[in-house]
């Protein structure tokens, strides 16, 4: 089975799929929620399509919405 690639969402570099950061300008490759846990909440992390700027699971801003890459 051929490994899957991902596309960096700033610079568009076609990175391995095992790769989590652009290696040619260090942006995440993978767009997750950005709530974190607290006493009162576990956290979300979820991970999301590229095109979300707001978590699915929870509606939290994700990484790309806040990084403006979408």
């Known amino acids: 089975m051929a490994e899957e690639l991902r596309t960096c969402p700033k610079c568009f570099y076609v990175a391995d799929q095992k790769d989590n950061y652009c290696i040619k300008c260090g942006s995440p ?3 997750r929620c950005t709530k974190g846990a607290s006493p009162n909440h576990s956290g979300c992390e979820a991970e999301n399509k590229a095109e979300a700027a707001f ?3 929870c509606g939290s801003p994700t990484v790309f919405g806040e990084m403006g890459l979408v």
């Open 55 to 57: 978590c699915a699971k």
């Open 29 to 31: 490759l993978i767009n």
